[in-house]
């Protein structure tokens, strides 16, 4: 039994000396933490004397701008790879955009062959009014009275609805080449203040009929329907007092450049044939400028050869329409210098014979010369027809 209690003794003893160990073990961890935190402050301390005594040294006009001082253990952050990504997209669009400006500034304009700069283009004339025969004999022109203007001060179009446009049709009225007509509404004495398309086709006979002072100066030889500023010249002259034009005017009208000539008939019913499809069909050529599909040249060109297509509205509506037509043309950026209704009535020129037009394509002659250059020497010419069709 002694010898037991002895054995039990020695063992508790050396588990107390154990958990003393350990704990004197334990004390002095925390005593050397102690003194790693005391010694890392104290050369936080120095660290920051020393970057003030860095900060002395430097001009006082330096010392005062506002400084960030990262503490030792903090770092700068790293932006992301989505910021900078996103930081040079915005550069790389903003210098393109620069490069777009540059580009329009600079860029040379695209010509135009309209003569009023200003002016919209014109629509096509809807009313066809037949052109009368006149006597080979010289033609007086009557004071103009009933005017309630005493000059045209501005430019006049279809759509506008002025005093100006009633004392357009009292001149035009004055004058039987360009008279509305010789009854109903805007005939003579029955003047109104609208300008529709029976005035639009009267002033076009008046600016034919006075071509050397109202289209000579615009490079053109068939009228526009638009009272510009030669126009408004010839129309105020008429206004002040009487004046004599001798004019002749034949059969034909030649289209010049393109050497086409087109056939008038007669208004007089007794001269009319009897069959119902005469061997020259009667048409009115019409201006219908449009804005593409074309360039000026630099130089004239040599004209030799003439292309006949076929074009109709392959979208929904009436496979005749005109302005659908065109309007396929425009979004395509392509057109011919001509484009002939389906009955043959109106000859719609859509830019002069001296411009380039895009009507020809990827395209050679016959015998295989000239590739992809047939616009620079060629009239284009649009009829208008299905593929069910037959040319009239």
Not at 120 to 141: C, G, R, W
Not at 303 to 308: G, K, L, N
Not at 365 to 388: H, L, Q
Request: aromatic fraction near 8%.
């Amino acid at each position: 039994m002694p010898e037991q209690k002895k054995e039990k003794l020695d063992f508790l003893k050396r588990e107390e000396i154990k958990t003393m160990a350990k704990d004197l073990a334990f004390v002095r961890e925390l005593e050397a933490q102690k003194q790693r935190e005391k010694i890392a402050s104290i050369k936080l301390k120095e660290d920051r004397l020393a970057q003030e005594k860095k900060l002395e040294q430097i001009p006082k006009q330096v010392k005062d701008k506002p400084k960030k001082i990262f503490p030792i253990s903090e770092k700068p952050k790293i932006p992301s790879r989505s910021k900078k990504i996103l930081v040079r997209g915005i550069i790389i669009l903003l210098f393109v955009l620069f490069l777009g400006v540059i580009a329009w500034f600079f860029w040379p304009k695209e010509k135009s062959f309209i003569p009023e700069s200003e002016q919209e283009v014109e629509e096509e004339l809807k009313i066809q009014i037949p052109v009368s025969s006149i006597p080979e004999e010289e033609t007086a022109i009557v004071a103009i009275k009933g005017c309630s203007i005493s000059s045209f001060d501005r430019n006049l179009q279809r759509g506008i609805s002025e005093d100006d446009v009633k004392c357009l049709q009292i001149v035009l009225n004055s004058d039987p080449d360009t008279k509305l007509g010789d009854s109903g509404v805007g005939s003579s004495g029955n003047e109104t203040s609208y300008f529709g398309p029976i005035t639009e086709a009267c002033v076009i006979k008046f600016q034919e009929k006075y071509a050397d002072e109202v289209l000579a100066s615009w490079e053109l030889t068939t009228g526009t329907g638009f009272v510009g500023s030669t126009s408004r010249a010839k129309l105020n002259e008429l206004l002040v007092g009487a004046e004599e034009e001798e004019e002749k005017t034949g059969e034909d009208i030649e289209v010049p450049e393109a050497g086409i000539a087109i056939n008038l008939a007669s208004t007089d019913p007794a001269q009319e044939p009897e069959t119902p499809v005469p061997e020259t069909s009667t048409a009115y050529l019409v201006e219908r400028p449009v804005e593409l599909g074309y360039h000026i040249p630099d130089t004239p060109r040599i004209i030799d050869t003439i292309i006949i297509h076929s074009v109709y509205n392959s979208l929904e509506g009436d496979p005749y329409d005109i302005e659908k037509i065109i309007q396929i043309f425009q979004d395509y950026r392509v057109t011919s210098h001509y484009l002939i209704a389906r009955d043959d009535s109106i000859i719609y020129r859509l830019v002069p014979d001296r411009v380039v037009a895009y009507h020809a394509g990827f395209s050679k002659m016959p015998d295989g010369s000239r590739i992809n250059i047939i616009n620079d020497f060629s009239i284009g010419i649009e009829m208008v027809y299905t593929k069910t069709d037959t040319p009239t």
